[in-house]
């Protein structure tokens, strides 16, 4: 037996462990957290007031949660129209209901009297039925936790810390205890229910047993699973919704999030209130979110992508914080940067024309301005940052797994698996006649051939590859207007586009291309679900992973393209002045800036990563926003210059949006793609990190604020990681690895300067590479060309007097070519060579030398905490021996009323 002194320790420990791991948040999902007065979810209060002679409260009778009689909570809605000519298959599904034990009542609506709104409620002996089916893990006992020995000193230190308490500053991030008085741990073992085995779990009450979540989740597995016409495959609540029987189903929200009492004094109205002020308001933006009341009003799916959400945006902050460092070191040695200096006092180098004919000479002192910039982000600390990224991306996708280890835990999945799924729909109705045996139920069901899914598979596939050459076609046509808009912009009147050209050229070529993005999105879902159900997957998780991997690959193709058209293609075959290489033998490719490549990829990066998540945010909140207000607005019309009307709890979700039909599928995309931004270039991008993490601040506001106040409420389901986006995340992980090799190699100048320093410069051979042994470097790096070499078709318009009163000879261009009077005019120089087996080194040891200390990290860290996997197998001990004991315990019991009711018959006994 277990002491009471074990059990008052077990509670610090309890508090300790959660302190160490960081699971539980600081807004508990406890019903005490809820004003007594005020709490929607005790149908039990009817009931006690019903034994005891009194009327059922009128707010339970008024506010839409409850049945006309108060007392029967509304744990499901369904919604047609009288006018929709189903009523056949409706009456039939509705019988079935009944018979399958549910209670059913009928409202019109307030507004249109042609909607009708069904109400389902669920008794206790359907809830139990249902939740044994389900395997519902419900709490039996209140949790002893095993103390390793390490934690009793850590427990130690933990109390002569809170001796100085309140010396120490309150915790930015914690929710004020002040306004959560009543929190409470949720400290019980859960099992998976039992009607047999009732007595072994804590039921206080019947009606408030099951929340409200997991009543609607029982209720929607039930409408799954009803015949609605004599036919064995004619059966579910998703094909009436999909054929128009039904208009809408949903659960409900538990009341308004919104009080006029304060919630420090009253306490909230209900689970939405309290959700809204601690997790969807604005005001606690910088507060941890209250993920345990997340996952109890919208299910474990939801608040386990809200978990990956804040754990992504947490791991942001260290690689914000040294990429705004790379960025910071830039600024701070921008002014001993050797290379930028003799860039700017280069007024005696004339480079030559960067486009045919209207492109004039121009000063190599002239691209100052961007030499400074370049060196803002390429700079000595890029080549530790991209490979602190690439670790970076490990250490996050290893300690992700841990913690939803340590989340699965908390919230009892780690042993809860997917039932077997069901057959989709579409796919019974396509192969209904080939049926063969299944292996796992021995019931007969529907076949699909290997021939005929090969053949879908082949023409899926065929699709997926057109749409990739439409966007090689889209970036296709942004070179071609890159090429022919940089002369027109050279030829510009305004002084200041004429000058600027390139610059001009690249950000309109960003916003043009962004615009295209956002067109083809929208046909790339059109197709990616056309190819998805040409597939005919058999269920419903197969079809979303499958429609999962064609959006991504077509998004992630679709974004990231022309990015990679400008770090490893722009500039790198153009030829040489007298010899370039053009665009279908007519327009010359575009070059670089004379301070390089770089400046353009980080505009892109920049431009992009802002405009795509602006329209995002937008989009999420903006189109609900605009959607449920022009929902107000015809109300209003409709109801005319009446007095206002109090609307029931249903009629006001109803006029609320419908969750995303693909699910979190949009939340996920966006957050992966910026994951993918974040990484793959961010050897040329230092800020990224940064930006990504001030929009993943807002992002989480942003969808906690959609799911509280302008959805629906979706119904809550189970599951026990993110699926397969951990998958893809690790595929970007690796990627990552490979591009920011190639950036730091060719696009960026940092081989190049490396090379000159050690072999060309003034401190070669002495193993030295600092800003001294730079001097000479642009000049080293720069090739001499003679004027009259010139193609008649390129040949400048301009002469170059204006520089020194004279025509030009020379001009110079970037490349490491011999000058026009050696034996091999324009030929490549050693240094050329030289260069370029560095750079082919450079990228075999980055990767092999990332990829090396990413699988050490792997295997470093384990996936299940050693002191996680302690307590559960503690814990899984003590279940076994409190089973055991209830169970000894009940039979004793029962042996002493047997033989307690033996003794008094044999009294009675005449």
């Not at 991997?549 to 393209?561: A, D, G, P, R």
Request: with cysteine; charged share 25%.
């Amino acid at each position: 037996m277990i002491q009471p002194a074990t059990v008052s320790m077990a509670k610090d420990v309890n508090i300790l462990f959660d302190e160490l791991e960081a699971v539980n948040s600081p807004c508990k999902d406890d019903d005490s957290l809820l004003h007594p007065g005020n709490l929607t979810s005790t149908s039990d209060d009817a009931s006690r007031l019903e034994a005891g002679g009194e009327t059922v409260p009128e707010k339970h009778k008024s506010n839409g949660l409850y049945f006309r009689d108060g007392k029967c909570r509304i744990d499901y809605i369904l919604v047609y129209r009288k006018s929709n000519p189903q009523t056949e298959k409706r009456e039939v599904f509705e019988r079935n209901i009944r018979a399958e034990g549910l209670q059913m009542e009928k409202e019109s609506s307030l507004i249109n009297s042609d909607i009708i709104f069904v109400k389902l409620h669920a008794p206790w002996e359907v809830l139990g039925r249902y939740a044994e089916q389900m395997n519902v893990r419900m709490p039996f006992r209140r949790k002893i936790y095993y103390l390793p020995r390490r934690y009793k000193f850590m427990s130690r230190i933990d109390k002569q810390i809170s001796r100085f308490r309140r010396w120490l500053p309150k915790k930015p991030m914690r929710l004020d205890k002040e306004t959560l008085p009543d929190l409470e741990e949720n400290d019980c073992y859960t099992a998976p229910f039992s009607q047999q085995r009732i007595h072994h779990f804590i039921i206080h009450n019947k009606d408030t047993f099951f929340n409200n979540a997991t009543r609607s989740r029982i209720v929607h597995h039930i409408l799954q699973r009803i015949k609605y016409e004599e036919g064995k495959n004619k059966i579910g609540l998703n094909r009436l919704l999909t054929n128009g029987s039904y208009e809408a189903a949903f659960p409900l929200h538990e009341g308004s999030y919104r009080s006029k009492n304060s919630i420090r004094t009253h306490g909230a109205e209900n689970h939405r209130h309290l959700l809204y002020e601690c997790w969807a308001s604005w005001g606690v933006w910088y507060k941890y979110q209250p993920l345990d009341l997340v996952r109890r009003y919208f299910g474990e799916k939801i608040g386990l992508y809200f978990a990956w959400l804040g754990w992504y945006t947490g791991m942001l902050f260290p690689a914000a914080f040294i990429g705004l460092f790379v960025f910071l070191y830039g600024v701070i040695t921008l002014d001993h940067c050797q290379v930028s200096k003799e860039v700017c006092q280069a007024t005696d180098i004339i480079m030559c024309p960067v486009c045919d004919k209207y492109c004039p000479f121009m000063r190599l002192s002239d691209s100052c301005v961007y030499a400074k910039v370049t060196h803002l982000f390429d700079n000595g600390a890029t080549v530790f940052f991209a490979v602190f990224m690439a670790v970076w991306a490990t250490v996050f996708l290893e300690f992700w797994k841990r913690r939803r280890a340590v989340i699965a835990y908390d919230w009892d999945l780690i042993d809860w698996e997917e039932e077997e799924e069901e057959i989709r729909p579409q796919f019974e109705a396509k192969y209904s006649k080939k049926e063969r045996m299944n292996p796992i139920s021995g019931k007969p069901e529907p076949y699909q051939a290997f021939a005929d899914k090969c053949s879908r598979l082949i023409v899926s596939a065929s699709g997926i590859f057109f749409m990739i050459c439409v966007v090689i076609a889209a970036v296709f046509g942004i070179v071609i207007y890159r090429v022919v808009t940089v002369s027109t912009f050279a030829a510009f009147k305004w002084a200041l586009i004429r000058n600027n050209s390139q610059v001009a050229t690249t950000g309109t070529a960003v916003c043009i291309n962004f615009c295209i993005i956002m067109l083809l999105n929208v046909l790339y879902e059109k197709v990616a679900l056309l190819l998805t159900n040409l597939e005919q997957p058999r269920t419903e998780s197969e079809w979303e992973n499958s429609f999962t991997l064609k959006m991504f690959l077509f998004q992630f193709v679709n974004l990231n393209s022309s990015t990679f058209y400008i770090a490893f293609f722009l500039g790198r075959f153009t030829g040489h002045p007298g010899a370039y290489l053009r665009l279908i033998n007519r327009w010359r490719l575009e070059e670089c800036h004379p301070s390089g490549c770089l400046i353009d990829l980080c505009m892109q990066m920049g431009i992009i990563m802002v405009l795509k998540q602006t329209w995002n945010n937008f989009m999420e909140l903006g189109y609900p926003l605009i959607q449920n207000w022009w929902t107000r607005r015809k109300v209003r019309q409709e109801r005319g210059p009446e007095r206002k009307i109090s609307f029931p709890q249903w009629e006001k979700d109803y006029n609320l949006q419908p969750m995303n039909a693909y699910g979190l599928f949009d939340e996920y995309l966006e957050m992966i793609l910026q994951f993918g931004f974040t990484t793959i270039f961010v050897a040329a991008f230092p800020l990224a990190p940064l930006l990504a993490l001030l929009n993943n601040i807002i992002e989480i506001r942003l969808d906690a604020y959609k799911f509280v106040t302008q959805w629906r409420r979706p119904l809550a389901s189970r599951a026990k990681d993110i699926g397969i986006w951990y998958g893809i995340l690790e595929g970007i992980g690796i990627l990552s690895v490979i591009t920011n090799a190639f950036v730091i190699a060719i696009t960026s100048d940092f081989i190049p300067r490396l090379v000159y320093a050690y072999k060309y410069g003034p401190c070669a051979g002495q193993g030295e590479a600092g800003q001294k042994c730079m001097v000479g470097y642009v000049n080293a790096s720069l090739s001499v060309f003679r004027i009259s070499d010139f193609e008649n078709r390129s040949e400048p318009e301009s002469d170059g007097s204006e520089f020194s009163g004279t025509p030009l000879k020379y001009c110079r261009y970037r490349d490491y070519r011999d000058p026009p009077h050696s034996l091999v005019p324009y030929g490549y120089t050693l240094q050329f060579w030289h260069v370029l087996a560095a750079r082919l080194a450079f990228i075999i040891v980055f990767e092999h030398l990332v990829f090396c200390i990413k699988h050490l990290i792997s295997y470093l860290i384990p996936d299940l905490p050693k002191d996680l996997r302690d307590r559960m197998r503690r814990e899984k001990y003590l279940i076994q021996e409190m089973m055991y004991e209830a169970e000894l315990e009940r039979l004793q019991k029962e042996r002493k009323e047997r033989k307690k009711n033996g003794k008094a018959h044999h009294n009675e006994w005449p």
